[in-house]
Nanobody
Framework: DVQLQASGGGLVQPGGSLRLSCAASGFTFSNYDMSWVRQAPGKEPEWVSIIFSGGGAASYRDSVKGRFAISRDNVKNTLYLQMNSLKPEDTALYYC???????RGQGTQVTVSS
């Protein structure tokens, strides 16, 4: 069965950095487009970034462009999100999602606060 296990969240001060990881199993990771999604308390989930199965092309929502970088390691079956220059408004539960079939992991909490 498909499993997506996110990790790497935590409490960080504004301007700080975090690197999220998502370990995938139960499917051929390299064949699928993957994304990071976040959900802040009381808000709807919002798409953050997507990386296509070929590994090179990626896209970002405007509010994170230039600060976040998505990547993938198709040997380790792992998706990453490098987050720099973090802002309080980045605070949310972040989870990875396989676009085909809508599978998602349990998420990892990111809190940006001084």
């Amino acid at each position: 069965d498909v499993q997506l296990q996110a990790s790497g969240g935590g409490l960080v001060q504004p301007g700080g950095s975090l690197r999220l990881s998502c370990a995938a199993s139960g499917f051929t990771f390299s064949n699928y487009d993957m994304s990071w999604v976040r959900q802040a308390p009381g808000k709807e989930p919002e798409w953050v970034s997507i990386i296509f199965s070929g590994g090179g092309a990626a896209s970002y929502r405007d509010s994170v462009k230039g600060r976040f970088a998505i990547s993938r390691d198709n040997v380790k079956n792992t998706l990453y999100l490098q987050m720099n220059s973090l802002k309080p408004e980045d605070t949310a539960l972040y989870y990875c999602r396989r676009l085909s079939g809508g599978y998602r992991g349990q998420g990892t909490q990111v809190t940006v606060s001084s």
